[in-house]
């Protein structure tokens, strides 16, 4: 009987898809993640299923969209009851093991911002509080130990190497190496102990800094190492495994080590079409640009905010520093798999939680507008058993839901009931040419941004032509179409030669959430 196969999944934090070689960018150099995407399967539109990290993680894990797995936004964990595609595996004789960024839980001790009025935060919950350990990723009970460590199976994994938050101050297991192996190391990370960079703007309102960590100090080397360290221990076990690496980067702030910093130079840079173009703007877009204008904008932290030209130029170089950098620890770590001959029997996935906005529209970092650059992520399926799927791609729509049924269909693991995706293997074995006409993306958060005057909760459309994009709280919307309008700066919502578009769209959202209500559990009895 053959060995069941092996799963090696590599993660990106805030990774659009053209910002990589084998889709279509030819700046950024990533030869590896090319050659991977080479040798398997490019899917070309797979979106997220909320461009927010922590509910779309978690909706990675189990097939399931925020509203229903119930990690809407930010701020709400993961329910450590919810079951995951990795216990699925683990229960099925799988090793499972994740290296770096996990952020299933909340990392902060920040109070959330919704509602405004705390005492409205006291009111009784509808459903009992669970009384689960959900303080295991946040940053004081790394900082503040240096023996702390989760409760396993953590989500389903068996072995964790922690690598949470972002650029060179991440905390977790990886603080704990640091300050054993780095000689004052902790004395070399965060903004002020950084090399100098005068010539960036984007150190000064701490989007990016200058890290004195060396290249192999860097977190990324670190997950490097451990994922490797994990390999040597599988290589000659009869037990299949599953693991997954997850890098904290390119995320900002942008930090990335050594050569990468000036790998790119932001005069080098080129913005996109959107950036220069004076199409009519969306009313959330515009208030961003008044308030950029006006000198009001808050550029520091993680929301949305409109850039200027040497903003987004030197972001675009940095970002493309960050990702050569994972690029190259990923050529590390696939040079073991080959090494000790697990390639052949291994498969390999490459995919990020959600992309970024890099100067779309003039726009920054992420948020709820849900243009493409933001949704839209790389999925490379690399399985050594289909070869015929080697260099192939697909234009179906996809969704990070996908994930999970796709892993455990290939594993022979049987998929849990609740599960909401579909298995992509289908596209990729050549049996299929799509899985759906249309793919919601959902979006839920605590910020009162974007001139709506209450928290922003919104949901996209999308189908091979068309993406709408509706508010619970604002009387427009956005209607595009993407045929036509690839950079989305026509919008049809208010054209009245686009209104049947517009209520065919309408219609196929009410049956797209119709088919999404929860299915599970099933029933125990007739009544």
């Given at each position: 009987m053959?060995?069941?196969v092996?799963?090696l999944m590599?993660i990106?934090d805030?990774?659009r898809?053209?910002?990589?070689?084998?889709y279509?960018?030819d700046?950024?150099?990533?030869?590896?993640?090319?050659?991977?995407?080479?040798?398997g399967?490019r899917f070309?539109n797979?979106?997220?299923?909320?461009?927010?990290?922590?509910?779309?993680?978690?909706?990675?894990?189990?097939?399931?969209?925020?509203?229903?797995h119930g990690a809407?936004?930010?701020g709400?964990?993961l329910?450590?009851?919810?079951?995951t595609?990795v216990?699925a595996l683990?229960?099925?004789?799988?090793?499972?093991?994740?290296?770096g960024?996990?952020?299933?839980q909340?990392m902060?001790?920040?109070?959330?911002?919704w509602p405004?009025?705390?005492?409205?935060?006291?009111?009784?919950?509808a459903?009992?509080?669970?009384?689960?350990?959900?303080?295991?990723?946040?940053r004081?009970?790394w900082?503040?130990?240096?023996?702390?460590?989760?409760?396993?199976?953590?989500?389903?994994f068996?072995?964790?190497?922690?690598?949470?938050?972002?650029?060179d101050?991440?905390?977790?297991?990886?603080?704990?190496?640091?300050?054993q192996?780095?000689?004052?190391?902790?004395?070399?990370?965060?903004?002020?102990?950084?090399i100098a960079?005068?010539?960036?703007?984007?150190?000064?309102?701490?989007?990016?800094?200058?890290?004195?960590?060396?290249?192999a100090q860097?977190?990324?080397?670190?997950?490097?190492?451990?994922s490797?360290?994990l390999?040597?221990?599988?290589?000659?076990?009869?037990?299949?495994?599953?693991?997954?690496?997850s890098?904290p980067d390119?995320?900002?702030?942008?930090?990335?080590p050594?050569k990468?910093w000036?790998?790119?130079?932001?005069?080098?840079?080129?913005?996109?079409?959107?950036?220069?173009?004076e199409?009519?703007?969306?009313?959330?877009?515009?208030w961003l640009?008044e308030?950029?204008?006006?000198?009001?904008?808050?550029?520091?932290?993680?929301?949305v905010?409109a850039?200027?030209?040497?903003?987004?130029r030197e972001?675009?170089?940095?970002?493309?520093?960050s990702i050569?950098n994972?690029?190259?620890?990923i050529?590390?770590?696939m040079?073991?798999?080959e090494?000790?001959?697990?390639?052949?029997?291994t498969?390999v996935?490459?995919?990020?939680?959600?992309?970024?906005?890099l100067?779309?529209?003039?726009?920054?970092?992420?948020?709820p507008?849900?243009?493409?650059?933001?949704?839209?992520?790389?999925?490379?399926?690399?399985?050594?058993?289909?070869p015929?799927?080697?260099?192939?791609?697909s234009?179906?729509?996809?969704s990070?839901?996908?994930?999970?049924p796709?892993i455990?269909?290939?594993?022979?693991v049987?998929?849990?009931?609740?599960?909401?995706?579909?298995?992509?293997?289908?596209?990729?074995?050549?049996?299929?040419?799509d899985?759906?006409?249309?793919?919601?993306i959902?979006e839920?958060?605590?910020?009162?941004?974007l001139?709506?005057?209450?928290?922003?909760?919104?949901?996209?459309l999308l189908?091979?032509r068309?993406?709408?994009t509706?508010?619970?709280?604002a009387?427009?919307g956005?209607l595009?179409d993407?045929?036509?309008?690839?950079?989305?700066?026509?919008?049809?919502w208010?054209d009245?030669?686009?209104?049947a578009?517009r209520?065919?769209?309408?219609?196929?959202?009410?049956?797209?959430n119709?088919?999404?209500v929860?299915?599970?559990?099933?029933?125990?009895?007739l009544?």
């Amino acid at each position: 009987m053959s060995r069941p196969v092996n799963f090696l999944m590599f993660i990106t934090d805030q990774l659009r898809a053209d910002h990589l070689g084998c889709y279509g960018n030819d700046v950024v150099k990533t030869p590896v993640i090319d050659a991977i995407a080479k040798k398997g399967f490019r899917f070309k539109n797979m979106h997220v299923a909320t461009p927010i990290c922590m509910p779309n993680r978690a909706s990675m894990m189990t097939g399931r969209y925020p509203s229903v797995h119930g990690a809407r936004h930010n701020g709400i964990p993961l329910s450590l009851k919810a079951r995951t595609f990795v216990e699925a595996l683990r229960q099925s004789g799988y090793h499972t093991a994740q290296v770096g960024k996990i952020h299933l839980q909340n990392m902060t001790e920040i109070d959330p911002i919704w509602p405004l009025d705390p005492a409205q935060r006291q009111i009784d919950e509808a459903f009992e509080q669970d009384q689960g350990n959900y303080d295991q990723e946040k940053r004081g009970k790394w900082l503040n130990s240096d023996d702390y460590d989760l409760d396993y199976p953590y989500y389903g994994f068996e072995q964790v190497y922690l690598v949470d938050d972002h650029a060179d101050i991440v905390h977790g297991h990886y603080r704990y190496w640091l300050r054993q192996e780095v000689p004052d190391g902790e004395s070399l990370i965060g903004p002020d102990n950084a090399i100098a960079a005068p010539d960036y703007t984007l150190t000064k309102i701490n989007q990016a800094w200058r890290t004195r960590l060396s290249e192999a100090q860097y977190p990324s080397a670190y997950i490097a190492d451990r994922s490797i360290d994990l390999l040597k221990t599988y290589a000659n076990d009869e037990q299949p495994f599953f693991l997954q690496v997850s890098f904290p980067d390119p995320h900002h702030p942008f930090t990335p080590p050594g050569k990468y910093w000036d790998m790119y130079k932001p005069e080098d840079m080129t913005l996109p079409a959107s950036f220069y173009s004076e199409h009519a703007l969306p009313q959330h877009v515009k208030w961003l640009y008044e308030r950029r204008d006006s000198g009001v904008a808050t550029k520091k932290g993680t929301a949305v905010f409109a850039c200027d030209e040497r903003e987004a130029r030197e972001a675009l170089a940095l970002n493309y520093g960050s990702i050569s950098n994972i690029d190259a620890q990923i050529g590390r770590v696939m040079a073991e798999l080959e090494r000790l001959e697990l390639l052949d029997n291994t498969v390999v996935i490459f995919t990020s939680d959600h992309g970024d906005f890099l100067g779309d529209h003039q726009l920054m970092l992420k948020g709820p507008i849900h243009y493409r650059g933001l949704t839209r992520v790389p999925f490379i399926w690399s399985d050594p058993h289909v070869p015929a799927a080697s260099g192939k791609s697909s234009e179906a729509l996809t969704s990070t839901i996908d994930i999970a049924p796709t892993i455990l269909n290939r594993a022979q693991v049987r998929p849990f009931n609740g599960i909401q995706g579909q298995d992509m293997q289908k596209i990729a074995n050549g049996m299929k040419d799509d899985l759906r006409d249309a793919l919601l993306i959902e979006e839920e958060g605590q910020r009162v941004i974007l001139g709506i005057d209450t928290r922003v909760r919104c949901r996209t459309l999308l189908t091979r032509r068309y993406r709408m994009t509706i508010y619970d709280a604002a009387d427009w919307g956005e209607l595009y179409d993407l045929q036509q309008d690839p950079d989305e700066m026509n919008n049809l919502w208010d054209d009245p030669g686009a209104l049947a578009i517009r209520a065919m769209m309408m219609e196929k959202m009410a049956y797209t959430n119709l088919e999404l209500v929860e299915k599970s559990p099933y029933p125990s009895a007739l009544a």
